[in-house]
Nanobody, 122 residues
Framework: QAQLAESGGGFVQAGDSLRLSCATS????????VGWFRQAPGKEREFVASISWSGSITTYGDSFKGRFTISRDGAENMVYLQMNSLKPEDTAIYYC???????????????WGQGTQVTVSS
């Protein structure tokens, strides 16, 4: 089992940066991959990024390479999403997700957090 809890969302201006946090708990954290998705109003949920349990493998959705960075702190059981140069179209609910590996996180996550709202104004 793994439990996920997002934080760090908020209201920012275009061009600002924001770091989202995903607190994980449960006996499996050290052996699972974790990722981020987002869902904007009226749109389907979209894969943002994932990171392996060791942190050595990261994958990104094409729209996020270069602007978003995923990282994890195993000692603190945390996964982060650093978002730079935010745009109004980045407005969405951001969800943390987990699964056995990064491919499974991207295609069929096993665990989900409740989400955190990010709003970017122009």
């Amino acid at each position: 089992q793994a439990q996920l809890a997002e934080s760090g969302g908020g209201f920012v201006q275009a061009g600002d940066s924001l770091r989202l946090s995903c607190a994980t708990s449960g006996p499996r954290f050290g052996s699972i991959a974790v990722g981020w998705f987002r869902q904007a109003p009226g749109k389907e949920r979209e894969f943002v990024a994932s990171i392996s349990w060791s942190g050595s493998i990261t994958t990104y959705g094409d729209s996020f390479k270069g602007r978003f960075t995923i990282s994890r702190d195993g000692a603190e059981n945390m996964v982060y999403l650093q978002m730079n140069s935010l745009k109004p179209e980045d407005t969405a609910i951001y969800y943390c997700a987990a699964a056995l590996n990064t491919d499974q996180v991207r295609n069929d996550p096993e665990y989900w957090g409740q989400g955190t709202q990010v709003t970017v104004s122009s």
